[in-house]
């Protein structure tokens, strides 16, 4: 009995030690490196964690660019809809002025392809309700057709007629009605 626990501590002895020196120091092997680690696999575990920081670092670049290219897109966007373009008394034509403001809404909608925008055709007091209502058409109809022509795909474009019923401002002189005759324009 003594002689089987002798043998049995001795194994014991023997599995330690050669437990202990499988792990020491080996020539070329730094001492930092843990056991069953090589200098291969630690280049590859470094390399992994540098490629998958640089991927964290790209995810957010490229989150804050959205982010910034959505607050331009809002103010963008708001800027669009502020700007309205005005018609001379019972006229659905276009003014140099009511061009140039149309070239930059053309721009808008070509920098922001998936935009979708309703004209809204207002008219001054002036009028019965049902010619005011055909004359809005046709002034919204008018400003379509420019942003058609300057490349603008119809289909993104819905006309709306208010007729008179959209004052912009209450009062009954030229310069009340002159703020009435006009489109406005919304992003949908």
Request: charge should be negative.
């Amino acid at each position: 009995m003594k002689l089987r626990r002798m043998l049995f501590f001795m194994a014991i002895v023997v599995l330690v030690l050669l437990t202990a020196t499988s792990c020491m120091k080996k020539k070329g092997v730094p001492k930092t490196e843990p056991c069953g680690v090589t200098t291969e696999s630690q280049a590859a575990l470094d390399k992994a964690e540098a490629e998958r920081q640089a991927a964290l670092a790209a995810e957010a670049l490229a989150a804050k660019e959205r982010e910034a290219m959505q607050a331009q897109y809002r103010e963008d966007k708001v800027a669009f809809e502020a700007t309205s373009i005005y018609f001379a008394f019972d006229k659905s034509d276009l003014t140099d002025e009511s061009q140039a403001v149309l070239t930059e809404k053309a721009n808008f909608l070509k920098k922001y392809a998936d935009a979708m925008i309703v004209i809204e055709g207002n008219c001054d007091e002036r009028g019965s309700v049902e010619y005011n209502l055909a004359l809005g058409e046709r002034r919204a109809d008018s400003a379509k057709k420019f942003l058609v022509d300057m490349g603008v795909d119809a289909g993104r474009i819905t006309t709306v007629s208010y007729g008179e019923e959209r004052a912009k401002a209450q009062g009954h002189d030229e310069e009340s009605w002159a703020q009435n005759r006009r489109d406005d324009f919304k992003v949908q």
